[in-house]
């Protein structure tokens, strides 16, 4: 199975902060990388599939990067409604593997 | 609207079963693959089963293979989760995921709580 290694696991920034949240895999996962939003006692949101592309309806300030093993989700602006935990997913091969989280929280 | 209504949760002794359903509204059913997936109470997420639109082939990671039966009801737009011998590691919120055109995992319901304990 593929690992994936999140980083970092807990994270506090200000409102306007650039906040960056990486994963890596164990192994090459070509691109097939997806992230996302869980709110406290709420279903987890897709933000980001296939490591780059916008899911309809999240706000342009979440991008996503990467390539190999290694990417990267980006919030360019931290809002407050952007407190949750965060999650990468691998759909390279099966079975699919999680992240462990990361959770924001605003400083 | 994407909508994904989980029901069946609750309390059950170890070794026993527990069927678990989701109705799904706002897309065509039968067109999608579909998936289960939990969340153990302060734990990260696992992928618990898969089936294609048409029910004709299942997919398991070990943990749940032997046990764990998925299986549909696309006239009745119904997605389900049929647990056997089950185990207190499988104390969980179960969510059912709708893997879409670009991506597994797009829309997920609010999950329903199962608890595995004598």
């Known amino acids: 199975d593929i690992q994936m290694t999140q980083s970092p696991s807990f994270l506090s920034a200000s409102v306007g902060d650039r906040v960056t949240i990486n994963c890596k895999a164990s192994?090459?996962?070509?691109?097939?990388l997806n992230w996302y939003q869980q709110k406290l006692g709420e279903a987890p949101k897709l933000l980001i599939y296939n490591t780059n592309n916008l899911q309809t309806g999240i706000p342009s300030r979440f991008s996503g990067s990467g390539s190999g093993t290694d990417y990267t989700l980006t919030i360019s602006s931290l809002q407050p409604e952007d407190v949750a935990t965060y999650f990468c997913?691998?759909?390279?091969?099966?079975?699919?593997?999680f992240g462990a989280g990361t959770k924001l929280e605003l400083k | 609207e994407v909508q994904l209504v989980e029901t069946g949760g609750g309390l059950v002794q170890p070794g026993r079963s527990l069927k678990l359903s989701c109705v799904a509204s706002?897309?065509?059913?039968?067109?999608?693959?579909m998936s289960w997936t939990r969340q153990a109470p302060g734990k990260g997420l696992e992928w618990v089963a898969s089936i294609t639109n048409s029910g004709g082939s299942t997919y398991y990671p070990d943990s749940v293979k032997g046990r764990f039966t998925i299986s549909r009801d696309n006239a009745q737009n119904t997605l389900y989760l049929q647990m056997n011998s089950l185990r207190s590691e499988d104390t969980a919120t179960y969510y059912c995921?709708?893997?879409?055109?670009?991506?597994?995992?797009?829309?997920w319901g609010q999950g329903v709580m199962v608890t595995v304990s004598s």
């Open positions: 192994q090459n996962i070509n691109k097939y």
């Open positions: 706002g897309f065509t059913f039968n067109n999608y693959w």
């Open positions: 997913l691998q759909h390279s091969s099966r079975p699919d593997t």
């Open positions: 995921t709708r893997d879409g055109d670009s991506s597994p995992f797009d829309y």
